[in-house]
């Protein structure tokens, strides 16, 4: 049991940011503005619930412009090092893909 809010607002919450991705996934190419609101809805409620965005989820958007990320239209990827980096086209940042980070070797 989490301290503060209820678990049925979480559950909640988990729920509105699961329509939230898919509706800015359907809304990134016929209208970007729409998709960066939903992000930024969805960043929004995962801060005040305190929920996570699953990893998978967090390689669709920039951390830094909330643009929904196309690979080849509005972003591309290169790899250093065995690590995938992604580069946002609207704003220039770069970061590194979550599922993608390397371990590093015990020594």
């Known amino acids: 049991m989490r301290s503060g809010k209820p678990e049925f607002?979480?559950?909640i919450a988990k729920e509105r940011m699961e329509i939230l991705i898919d509706e800015a996934a359907k809304r990134a190419a016929?209208?970007?503005?729409?998709?960066?609101?939903y992000i930024r809805l969805l960043k929004r409620i995962g801060m005040r619930y305190n929920v996570r965005i699953p990893?998978?989820?967090?390689n669709?958007?920039?951390k830094y412009c909330s643009s929904y990320?196309?690979?080849g239209k509005n972003s591309f990827v290169r790899v250093k090092k065995g690590v995938?980096?992604?580069?946002?086209?609207?704003?220039?940042?770069s970061f590194i893909?979550?599922?993608s980070v390397r371990r590093r070797k015990a020594y």
């Open 97 to 99: 893909m979550a599922s």
């Open 69 to 71: 990320l196309n690979i």
């Open 9 to 11: 607002q979480i559950k």
């Open 55 to 58: 990893p998978l989820v967090k």
């Open 84 to 93: 995938a980096v992604v580069t946002c086209n609207e704003c220039k940042k």
């Open 60 to 62: 669709r958007f920039c």
């Open 30 to 37: 016929s209208d970007p503005a729409l998709a960066k609101r």
